[in-house]
């Protein structure tokens, strides 16, 4: 019988899962997954995780517990820096460790180190340990990354021409397009920044986006847009030191620089040390560019269906009358 590695439908999930499933599958490796959050779900974390851990971490390790049964090996690797300049959120770094001491009677952790900054092939030699787990020759093993790599690559191209990760991933597994039947009448564009594991998971993010899209609002997210304009578009002396604060915030540099939106809403967690100051710093940079409203949003764990809806409605109802006033006001 096929060895089951865990992948958590959480964190990371949104951003790599396509790329290690297919690793896995190609190995001969069947891979299981936590699924959606539910409630469930996330009372288990919080009751699990750390008191002041943020409410992804809480939610990954409702998702980790999930997969106990399941599940011969977990996949949690520890993420160090993917792109040679930013690492990932001290959290991440401490994930493996964290699930390892934090949860008893958990399958064995698969929690090899990927590190860009430790040369040219040092994420190829993060998979080949990987491969070398399941007592597979190297040449197997590097076919199977070969794909993988392709298949992020064609992940990444979906998102870039403006699906969101669920709806590409649907796509690359031959799914049906799950994009949420869009009402969008092009009036309005939103930008909803955030990290992936917030604004893509449907319950922690209250729908935020579906219920955008529902107003008949065209939501961009950070999958949309081009990492090199992003990454152009920092007005800082240096980066953010966290990969996704700094993805996020400068996205809202660029948006907020390049137009092509009516407003932007940054989903930010309760307790996320980063989200601090990228809240801050967005908010502070919102104030030079008046046409372009800006309204944060908070999430924890006890977030309400009601409240994020109320502030939605009254946000868009705002960008709207904006809008008219100055479509109105302009000679024809
Ligand atoms: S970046 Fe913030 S929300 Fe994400 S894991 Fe780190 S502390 Fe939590």
Redesign the pocket.
């Known amino acids: 019988m096929a060895a089951r590695v865990g992948i958590p439908s959480s964190l990371f999930y949104y951003v790599h899962f396509p790329m290690w499933q297919t690793f896995f599958s190609e190995l001969g490796v069947e891979v299981v997954t936590s699924g959606q959050t539910t409630k469930g779900l996330l009372d288990q974390g919080v009751r699990e995780a750390l008191a002041d851990a ?1 409410v ?2 809480k939610l990954f390790f409702g998702h980790v517990i999930s997969l106990k049964d399941s599940a011969d090996y977990l996949f949690i690797p520890r993420i160090v820096c993917l792109n040679r300049k930013t690492i990932y ?1 001290p ?2 770094l401490g994930l493996p460790d964290m699930i390892r001491h934090g949860l008893t009677g958990m399958p064995p952790i698969i929690d090899v180190q990927m590190d860009s900054r430790q040369g040219f092939a040092s994420l190829w030699k993060s998979y080949l340990k990987i491969g070398r787990i399941f007592g597979l020759g190297k040449g197997r093993i590097f076919m199977a990354y070969l794909k993988a790599y392709m298949v992020a690559r064609r992940f990444q191209s979906l998102m870039r021409s403006g699906l969101h990760p669920p709806e590409a991933m649907a796509v690359l597994s031959g799914k049906e397009n799950i994009a949420d039947p869009v009402d969008y009448n092009g009036d309005l564009t939103f930008a909803v920044l955030g ?1 992936p594991y917030e604004v893509h998971d449907q319950f922690i993010s209250v729908g935020l986006v579906k219920k955008l899209k529902k107003m008949g609002i065209r939501v961009i997210t950070i999958e949309n847009l081009s990492p090199r304009k992003i990454s152009r578009a920092n007005i800082l002396d240096k980066n953010m030191f ?1 990969t ?2 700094d993805l996020a915030l400068n996205a809202a540099y660029y948006l907020f620089k390049e137009g092509g939106v009516d407003g932007i809403i940054h989903l930010t ?1 309760f307790g ?4 601090s100051m990228v809240d801050k710093f967005m908010e502070i940079s919102s104030r030079d560019y008046p046409e372009i409203p800006f309204m944060s949003v908070t999430i924890d764990e006890h977030t309400g269906d009601a409240g994020i809806s109320t502030r939605l409605e009254a946000f868009v109802d705002m960008v709207k009358r904006r809008k008219e006033v100055k479509n109105n006001s302009c000679p024809r």
């Open positions: 943020c992804p971490i959120c959290k991440f990290y966290w996704f604060s967690a996320c040390g980063p989200d």
